[in-house]
């Protein structure tokens, strides 16, 4: 069953025409659970709504003028969970991915506690 992405979640590295962005922690603005908590603690979770922090570029060694590399927003794409909500909003899960100038970057880990199992039966 997936785990729960965290603001350390790590997506992995894209390219376009002209840079290459390498694999980032979401960081940015996760939402905070008013009322539900792990350990203690208020969860955090990314919904497909979530801003992550925009992964830094650096141009292809291949480009002849290299030119500045313009931010790459990500946006979650959230698609795993579909029947467990946090605060009625479905958070993002191991499985998942961040998205930018349409290229997919799966998240691939750290996530959240591992006691914490999402959609489980059991």
Known sequence: MP???TPQTVDTVS??????YPPKALG???IVSPNIKIGRQSVEFYTSTTVPDPS???PL????????CQPGTRI????INTTVFFNRQLPAVQGDQAKMA?????LVGPFGNPTV?????G
């Open 3 to 5: 785990l729960l992405v």
């Open 15 to 20: 390219t376009d025409a002209l840079c290459t």
């Open 28 to 30: 940015g603005a996760p």
């Open 56 to 58: 830094p570029g650096t």
């Open 61 to 68: 060694p291949t480009n002849i003028i290299p030119l500045p």
């Open 76 to 79: 979650i794409t959230a698609t």
């Open 102 to 106: 349409g290229t997919d970057r799966p």
């Open 117 to 121: 199992v999402i959609g489980s039966r």
